[in-house]
């Protein structure tokens, strides 16, 4: 898994201001969450489930 993050901060009179854009699982691997199957299957039958793949995000915040 590859997580990329760009990060801009600038400062405005008594103001700071920070924006970022982010990307989680940049390349889109299909972590295995957690595994499904039937109490009464056998152990073949137990499939492995993916939840997130390529997640991209943004964060903006103000300090005074």
């Given amino acids: ?13 008594k103001l700071q201001h920070t ?3 982010g990307i989680y699982n ?6 295995t ?3 499904r199957g039937d109490r ?3 152990l073949s039958d137990i499939a492995p489930v993916s ?7 943004i964060y903006y915040q103000i300090k005074i």
Avoid: C
């Fill in 1 to 13: 898994r590859m997580d990329v993050n760009l990060t801009y901060l600038w400062k405005q009179q």
């Fill in 19 to 21: 924006f970022k854009l």
């Fill in 26 to 31: 940049l390349y889109n691997f299909e972590n």
């Fill in 33 to 35: 969450a957690f595994h």
């Fill in 40 to 42: 009464d299957a056998d």
């Fill in 51 to 57: 939840i997130i793949g390529f997640m991209p995000s």
